[in-house]
């Protein structure tokens, strides 16, 4: 199981970011990558989230993912809480091999990859997740 646990909660999310935004899954600097608080709020995004998303991902305030709209392969309605970062949360685990396509507000869909990740304090709490988003 993938995992990441940290030792200063304080740095948890500033720390897994650079981790999996430079060394994540073929994660690149220009690969969407945004993390979430233990209620699957987001607290950060990069910038390369925007252009991904078609719209500024509003932290704090955004649930789950950085995306107006999510779809299946298949074409369905995914609503957010049902998508794999908020799997990830829910059930406490790194989700893989998943895909989705995210709608823009402008219309357009993209493809893409996503893994969610959670992270863990050192005393095994649920602390939050990242997520690094490939384009397909």
């Not at 030792?7 to 935004?21: F, K, M, P, V």
């Not at 233990?38 to 649930?63: K, T």
Request: contains cysteine; aromatic residues 8%.
């Amino acid at each position: 199981m993938t995992q990441l646990i940290v030792t200063d909660e304080r740095l948890a999310y500033a720390a897994a970011g650079l981790a999996l935004e430079n060394h994540g899954p073929g994660a690149s600097h220009d690969a969407p990558t945004y993390m979430t608080n233990e209620e699957g709020v987001v607290v950060y995004a990069n910038d390369a989230c925007e252009p991904f998303a078609g719209r500024a991902p509003v932290l704090g305030v955004d649930r789950w993912c950085v995306t107006w709209k999510l779809y299946t392969d298949a074409g369905e309605f995914l609503p957010h809480d049902q998508c794999p970062m908020a799997v990830a949360i829910r059930e406490r685990r790194a989700v893989r091999g998943a895909s989705a396509v995210a709608e823009r507000p402008d219309g357009t869909r993209v493809p893409f990859k996503p893994f969610p990740t959670p992270i863990f304090g050192r005393d095994g709490r649920l602390v939050g997740a990242v997520n690094v988003l490939m384009p397909s």
